[in-house]
C-alpha cells in the first residue's frame, strides 16, 4: 500500500512536469508575437525616430550617417533580427529622455508595480473570496443581492475616478493618507515601515476593487452550482458535519478560483498603470505615461514587452498550477 | 395526434406564436432593473445628440472671474470648471465623444471581430490556425496595457483612440465567435446544406449567421462597459481626446488639480462614467438574461 501511494504521487509529478513542459512550448510563439507586437509599436509611431535625437540642421548626409548607426537603413526583419538579439544580451536600448539604459528602468520600476499589484491581491482576494462564497451560500437573500450589487459596482467602476475619490476623503477631507508618491520626501527607497506603508494603501484599495467584484462574481457562481451537486446532498446524508462538507466544495472550486484570481493578478500588473498615473506612483505605469510624453519609444517599447512577458508567464503559472490542483485538466 | 396535448403547455405555445424576439422583448419590459439602465443610456444618448438645443451655455468658452465655482452657482448649477465654462453644458456636450469612443470600437470589433471568428470557425484548417493563433498572442496583452501600448505609440486624438480599442476588442470577440461558429458548424443541418451544393459564402450567410450572431452581440454588449472605462481612461492620460474638447475622461484629468479647491466638483466628470459603466453593465445583464444566453 505505502509503496504504492508513493508510485501514484511520483506519476502525478511526473505527469504535471510534462503538462509544463508542453504549455511552454506552446506559449514560445506567443512569446514570439508579443515580441513582434512590441517591435510593431516603434514603426506605427508617428514622425522619423531620427527627429528626437538628431539636431534640426542637420544634412542629408548626417542623417543617413546617423541612419546607418541605427541600424534604420536596414529592412525591418532584419532590424528585427538585431533588436531582438540585444534583447537576449540583456539589452533593450537606452531611454532618449534620459540616456539611461531601458533595462534598469523597467525593472526598477516593475519592482514597484508588483509590490502594488500584490498588495492590491492581498486585499482583494480574501474578500472577494469571502463576499462570493456568503452570496453562493445564501442564493437569492438580500445578502446575496447585496453581494452582486457590490461585484457589479465594483466591476463598473473606473478605478481611475475612484482613486481621485479616495484622495479627496482620506486625504482632503480628513487628512489621514498621503495622496502621492511611495514614500517621503521622494520614492527612491521602499521600507516596510508605516511612513512608506501609509503611501501603498490608498492605490492598493482602489487597485483591489475591479479584482474583488470579479472573484466574488467567479467564487458565487461555483459556489452555488456546487452547493447543489449530488456529492453534496450525499454528504450530508452520509451525516458529515458542515464544515467538512464545505471542505469539498472549496477543494472543487479550488481549481478555477485559483486560475481567475491568478489571471486578475497579471490584470492588476497591466491595470495598475492608471492608478500608478493617479497616485504618481513610481512604478512602470508612471513610467510608461513618462515614456509616451517624452516621445521616449524605446522606454515605452521596454516597459510594455517586460509587462507583457510578465503577463504571459503568470498565465503559465496558473495553467500549471490549476493542473497541479485538478487532475481532470491534464486528461482534456 | 399528439400536437393537440397542449395541456400545461399554454405558455411555451403563445411564447412560441409570438417569436423569439419578441419573447426576448416582453422579458425584458418585466425587468425594471434593466429598462431604467435602457432609460439612463438613452437619456444619455439623446441629451449628448441634442446638446445644441438645451439651451445650455457655451461648453468651450469660459470666464477667468468665475473659476472653479461651486455646485449651486446662479447660473452654473453645476458650478464652473479651471477655466470658468459651465460643468453643466461640459459634461452633457462631453456625452458626444465619450459614449461615441466608448461604444463605437465594440460595434467596429463586433463587425471585424465576428466575421474573422465565423471564417476562423466555418472554414477551419489552416485559415482558423492562422486567425486563431494570431488572436492568442493579443491576449498575452492585458487590455488596458494594449489600449496604451498603441494609443501611445500613436499619440493622442480621436481617431487613434478609435484604432487602438477596435483591436484591443477585436480579438476577444474573434474567440468566442470562432467558438459558437464552430459549435454550430459540426450540425447536421449545415452538412445537408453543404451537401446540396451551397458553397461556403452562401452556408454562412443563410445558415450560420443566424444561428451565431446573437451570442456573439451578447457577448459584444457585456464589453461595452469597458470600453467606455477604457477610452475615458486613454483621455484621462492624456493619450486620447485632445483639449479643449469636453470629454468626460479628459475633464476628470484637467480638473484634478482643482481637488484641494472644490473637490466635488472635480470628481463630477467620473461619476458620469461610472454612471453610464454601471448601466451598460446592468444592461447588459439583463439582455442577457432575457435571451437565455448561459455563460
Redo the contacts between chains.
Keep these: 500500500m505505502h509503496v504504492m501511494a508513493r508510485d501514484l504521487i511520483y506519476l502525478r509529478t511526473a505527469t504535471v512536469f510534462t503538462y509544463f513542459l508542453r504549455r511552454v512550448i506552446l506559449m514560445l510563439p506567443v512569446a514570439f508575437g508579443v515580441s513582434v507586437i512590441c517591435f510593431m509599436l516603434v514603426q506605427i509611431a508617428p514622425g522619423d525616430p531620427l527627429t528626437a535625437i538628431m539636431p534640426v540642421d542637420a544634412t542629408a548626409d548626417e542623417q543617413a550617417a546617423m541612419r546607418a548607426i541605427y541600424g534604420l537603413d536596414k529592412p525591418l526583419p532584419v532590424q528585427y533580427a538585431i533588436w531582438i538579439g540585444n534583447l537576449f544580451q540583456g539589452d533593450m536600448g537606452k531611454s532618449i529622455a534620459t540616456g539611461r539604459p531601458v533595462a534598469d528602468e523597467v525593472f526598477g520600476a516593475v519592482q514597484n508595480s508588483l509590490l502594488l499589484a500584490f498588495s492590491a491581491a492581498v486585499i482583494a482576494f480574501p474578500i472577494g473570496i469571502f463576499l462570493g462564497f456568503l452570496a453562493g451560500y445564501f442564493r437569492d437573500t438580500l445578502l446575496d443581492r447585496a453581494v452582486t450589487a457590490i461585484s457589479i459596482a465594483g466591476v463598473s467602476v473606473p478605478n481611475y475616478w475612484l482613486g481621485i475619490v479616495l484622495v479627496i476623503i482620506f486625504s482632503v477631507n480628513l487628512g489621514w493618507l498621503p495622496s502621492m508618491g511611495a514614500g517621503p520626501g521622494g520614492s527612491q527607497d521602499w521600507a516596510w515601515d508605516w511612513l512608506h506603508m501609509r503611501h501603498l494603501v490608498l492605490p492598493a484599495v482602489t487597485l483591489a476593487v475591479v479584482p474583488i467584484g470579479i472573484v466574488a462574481r467567479t467564487v458565487r457562481a461555483l459556489a452555488g452550482d456546487l452547493l447543489t451537486q449530488d456529492f453534496v446532498t450525499a454528504l450530508y446524508a452520509k451525516g458529515m458535519s458542515r464544515g467538512d462538507v464545505l471542505r469539498h466544495v472549496a477543494r472543487n472550486a479550488a481549481a478555477t478560483a485559483l486560475s481567475v484570481m491568478g489571471l486578475q493578478l497579471g490584470y492588476l500588473l497591466g491595470g495598475s498603470i492608471l492608478i500608478e498615473t493617479v497616485f504618481n506612483w513610481p512604478g512602470s505605469g508612471f513610467l510608461l505615461s513618462n515614456a509616451i510624453f517624452q516621445r521616449d519609444l524605446p522606454l515605452l517599447q521596454g516597459t510594455i514587452l517586460v509587462l507583457a512577458l510578465f503577463f504571459v508567464a503568470m498565465n503559465l503559472i496558473v495553467d500549471v498550477a490549476q493542473a497541479a490542483i485538478d487532475p481532470r485538466i491534464k486528461r482534456s | 395526434m399528439a400536437l393537440i396535448e397542449t395541456h400545461g403547455l399554454e405558455d411555451p405555445i403563445s411564447e412560441a406564436g409570438k417569436g423569439y424576439w419578441s419573447g426576448v422583448g416582453s422579458r425584458l419590459i418585466r425587468d425594471p432593473v434593466t429598462m431604467i439602465c435602457l432609460g439612463v443610456i438613452l437619456l444619455l444618448i439623446l441629451s449628448a445628440v441634442f446638446a445644441p438645443y438645451l439651451g445650455l451655455a457655451d461648453p468651450y468658452t469660459g470666464s477667468m472671474i468665475k473659476r472653479l465655482a461651486p455646485i449651486g452657482t446662479e447660473g452654473h448649477i453645476l458650478g464652473t470648471d479651471e477655466q470658468g465654462r459651465d460643468m453643466l453644458a461640459r459634461l452633457i456636450y462631453g456625452g458626444r465623444l465619450t459614449l461615441f469612443i466608448g461604444l463605437m470600437p465594440v460595434v467596429l470589433a463586433f463587425f471585424i471581430g465576428g466575421a474573422l471568428g465565423i471564417v476562423a470557425g466555418y472554414l477551419g484548417g489552416w485559415v482558423n490556425t492562422v486567425i486563431m493563433?494570431?488572436v492568442?498572442?493579443?491576449f498575452?496583452?492585458?487590455?488596458?496595457?494594449l489600449a496604451?501600448?498603441?494609443s501611445?505609440?500613436?499619440?493622442a486624438g480621436i481617431l487613434n483612440s478609435l484604432v487602438s480599442l477596435t483591436i484591443v476588442f477585436i480579438p476577444p470577440i474573434t474567440r468566442v465567435a470562432e467558438a459558437v461558429t464552430s459549435g454550430v458548424r459540426s450540425l447536421d443541418y449545415i452538412d445537408a446544406a453543404r451537401a446540396s451544393g451551397a458553397n461556403a459564402l452562401t452556408v454562412i450567410r443563410v445558415h450560420v449567421i443566424g444561428n451565431v450572431l446573437s451570442p456573439i452581440f451578447v457577448y459584444a454588449t457585456s464589453l461595452t462597459?469597458v470600453c467606455m472605462?477604457l477610452a475615458?481612461?486613454l483621455s484621462?492620460?492624456?493619450?486620447g481626446v485632445r483639449p479643449p474638447e469636453p470629454e468626460w475622461g479628459l475633464m476628470?484629468n484637467t480638473l484634478?488639480s482643482a481637488?484641494?479647491i472644490n473637490?466635488?466638483l472635480?470628481?463630477l466628470?467620473?461619476?458620469m462614467?461610472?454612471i453610464t459603466?454601471?448601466c451598460?453593465?446592468?444592461l447588459s445583464?439583463g439582455v442577457r438574461s432575457a435571451m437565455n444566453v448561459k455563460?
Design positions: 493563433r494570431t492568442d498572442v493579443f498575452a496583452f492585458p487590455s488596458v496595457l496604451i501600448a498603441i501611445g505609440a500613436l499619440g462597459s472605462i475615458a481612461g484621462f492620460l492624456g493619450i476628470l484634478r481637488i484641494y473637490p466635488w472635480s470628481a466628470p467620473g461619476l462614467i461610472f459603466s454601471l451598460l453593465n446592468l445583464d455563460d
